[in-house]
């Protein structure tokens, strides 16, 4: 148990008044910038390294600590409360934690995703303590192959597995890969559907997609409303910042199944939280429909407790990568290794014997940054939740604002406000004709990577198609596809359910949600 030791070590380290201060003061402004939409914890930390210069390293390690975990709990709380996510990780949480808060349960989604962060991190965080070698073993083996069989496995589940229609999954899922090739082709340099514009060279940012697909999207859905009967009442809130005993019980199972999820993708270097967040979330609605009740569309707390540990434990082992391989996994995790270089430190697996007293020590303050989390923003989930009470028409107009502010401060281009409206006006369609959003997103965040590792792959082969099914993970990930293909379609040309019984909505069109009644 020599990890035990060292780890003990390092609390030691941690554990004095200045240091708790670091910690605390990083997760305050970790979640105040990730509430921010276009920002999030990959900012966050990029914004706050040039003042850590005067610090020594450990304090500015694990005040980064708490920038990490709170950047992504901001990006959730945008996402829940103004269905407007701070980062593209936030947004499989958003679905169901945005029905909850227009249903009046909006303490109850953000503390739900409190505790969904503090599982994920603290359980990953603890892996990485004791099993940082044998998770960077299994890094290693994935190559361009993998890479895109992960890709394709959550296109095809998205899109037709989770989908209520698989038709409008597909067309979404292809409208979204439309979006990914606007720009320069990486291989070649060729230009591809920029129509001339210099703007449109580097492609569309995937911050202009997302604020403009549920930010723009549901303030025009919004507007579509007005004079529809509870188009202007007040949402209430319930205040307690807790969950009941029920609704723990039914969050438990999805925090640990999403933690159990997310924990292999932060050694994957594949850019983020991204996919095993929306695993997760397709995990637990394909849950759901087995009960008795479905509750996905209506605001399940389970799409909003899977998610979030996901994204986080995902979070958690990602440092674990970056200090045993030098592997940054993620862009939050490239950010931090530049923090580390700053000092001279260069993460790897040298790093544990070269400066073993600053690692521990950042690992104990990664656990202390989950905990302090979870201590500050359960009392003031119902403050948050205020924001709620403002009426729609200025709660609306301000999302308007904030997202043309987010989307110009990322860029500083014009073209991207003119993008966002266009799409923030087909995303309106999208939604009128039940086109699920879900799809689109996954195949602008995770489309470059298949593309690039297509090409790598057959490059490397000699355009050998069989390289891409030639190892056993993407055998795996191409059989598990398989089965869930063959599980939808016998499930939808099964025997339809008795009249009475209730249908899910589908949560990824984000269509209307049922209100509570002032």
Partial sequence: MEQLTHLIGGFGAVLTPMNLLWITLGAFLGTAVGVMPGLGSAMAVALLLPMTFTLDPLAALIMFSGVYFGGLFGDSTAGILMNTPGNSTAIATTFEGHRMARSGRAPQALATSAIGAFTGGILATVLVVFFAPSMADLATKFGPGEYFALAVFAFVAISAVVSESPLKGLAALAFGLGLALVGTDQSTGTARFTFGMPALFDGISVVVITVAVLAVGEVLY????????????????????????????????????????????????????????????????????????????????????????????????AMGALLSLGLPTSATAAVLLAAFQQYGMQPGPLLFERNGDIVWALLAGLLLATVVLLVINLPFAPLWAKLLLLPQSYLYAGITVFACLGVYATGASKTDLVLMCLLGVLAFAMRRTGVPLAPVLIAVILGPLAEYSLRDAMANSGNDPLILVGSPITVALYGLLLLGLVWTAWRRLRPAAPAGEPAAEDPADCGEVPRARS
């Fill in 222 to 317: 919004a507007a579509g409303r007005v004079g529809h009967r509870g188009a202007h009442e007040i949402v209430p809130s319930a205040g307690r910042p807790w969950l009941s005993g029920r609704e723990f019980r039914a969050a438990l199972p999805a925090w640990l199944r999403g933690a159990g999820i997310g924990i292999p993708f932060g050694i994957i270097p594949a850019g983020g939280a991204e996919v095993p967040t929306f695993l997760a979330y397709s995990a637990e609605r394909q849950l759901d429909k087995r009960r008795r009740k479905p509750m996905f569309g209506k605001g399940a707390i389970q799409g909003v407790a899977a998610p979030e540990a996901a994204g986080n434990a995902t979070a958690g082992s």
